[in-house]
């Protein structure tokens, strides 16, 4: 009987360790699994991998303004050329991962509107950067590179596949995602530089592209020179004999909310700010006109027209640690992030 009972009353502990036990396991891994998924919930959603869906299945013919001839390729490949083109490759990451997103963006907006349709011989896209984007094969950027090519494409690379297949929507539709170098400290509405106005379109101030070489710049133009200039190419805009000594002083009027000149008058003339930048090769519509003696002194601030996304200001942004979600928030505003389907 001794040695029965303390068998059976040997084991009980045993057994209360395995029922505690049986109660603890089930509670420590419910409580494991709660932890954990509200660790994943504060983790940002990763982009999805590019190709996994949507854009790889996009082709783009590319007419070369060089060659006349139409390229096709995929959509990746084509915004590798576009950022190599139109951003330098020292820039930040997230600078390059704003500017992969944006040029991603323009060109399945343009695509979508057939917006070159009339004219068989220009394709989706061209690489002029004053009329579509500018575009480098890798044939160029092996010349321009040479031995940090390898390093150089893969930084690009990077930046356009890890934005996977992210592109610009406003209200459930592609956004037209202009970008100009410069904007010379406040961005432009493209109402006041086309007329159009986009809700998302509007002026911001920049505070970040003060250290771009073109941000401000000064050239001088004899004033003897300005009906040529003005005029349409084979004879002056006023009446006079070239060579001739002009006193004609033009003058600029008005200001925009983005601080640019709206029109200049010259000699009972009016021309469009962008007419006249145009005609005399000025940086932006951003300048003051300051005659001196037979020469007229002017001096541009920023590149570019200043609508959308800045550049350099992207670049010093990124430079500041914002992110490219955050720097596209803040040029682009009210506008999303989304994942590309083709339909
Ligand atoms: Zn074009
Ligand atoms: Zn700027």
Redesign the pocket.
């Known amino acids: 009987m001794r040695y029965r009972f303390r068998r059976r009353y040997g084991r009980r502990p045993q057994m209360l360790q395995w029922i505690w036990l049986l109660i603890l396991f089930p509670c420590a891994f419910l409580l494991t699994q709660v932890y954990f998924s509200q660790g994943r919930e504060e983790t940002p959603v990763e982009p999805a991998p590019y190709t996994e869906q949507g854009t790889e299945e996009v082709t783009v013919s590319l007419l070369r303004t060089e060659t006349g001839k139409i390229e096709t390729m995929d959509l990746q490949t084509y915004v590798i050329g576009v950022v190599s083109a139109e951003m330098p490759v020292n820039f930040a990451e997230e600078a390059l991962k704003a500017q992969a997103v944006i040029a991603r963006t323009y060109a399945l907006r343009k695509m979508a509107d057939n917006s070159w349709a009339a004219d068989p011989d220009h394709g989706d896209l061209c690489d002029d950067s004053g009329h579509c984007q500018a575009y480098y094969d890798t044939e160029t950027l092996k010349e321009t590179w040479g031995s940090d090519f390898n390093t150089k494409y893969q930084k690009i690379s990077d930046a356009v596949t890890s934005t996977g297949n992210q592109i610009l929507t406003y209200d459930g539709e592609i956004a037209y995602t202009y970008y100009c170098s410069?904007?010379?400290?406040k961005?432009a509405s493209a109402k006041e530089v086309w007329g159009t106005d986009y809700p998302y379109l509007q002026s911001v101030a920049?505070r970040?592209?003060k250290d771009a070489s073109r941000y401000e710049e000064t050239v001088e133009v004899a004033l003897a020179d300005l009906p040529w200039l003005l005029g349409d190419g084979t004879s002056p805009c006023i009446a006079v004999a070239s060579g001739e000594k002009v006193s004609e002083v033009p003058e600029a009027s008005g200001e925009t909310d983005s601080g640019r000149v709206q029109s200049v008058t010259y000699a009972g003339l009016t021309f469009s700010a962008a007419d006249f930048r145009r005609a005399l090769g000025l940086n932006s519509t951003k300048f003051s006109l300051d005659p001196k003696g037979d020469m007229l002194k002017i001096t541009t601030t920023g590149y570019g027209h200043g609508v959308g996304l800045?550049q350099?200001?992207a670049n010093g942004m990124a430079e500041e640690g914002y992110t490219y979600e955050e720097i596209l928030a803040y040029y682009y505003q009210g506008t999303e992030l989304t994942n590309f389907q083709s339909q």
């Open positions: 410069t904007c010379g400290g961005t920049c970040w592209d800045c350099y200001g």
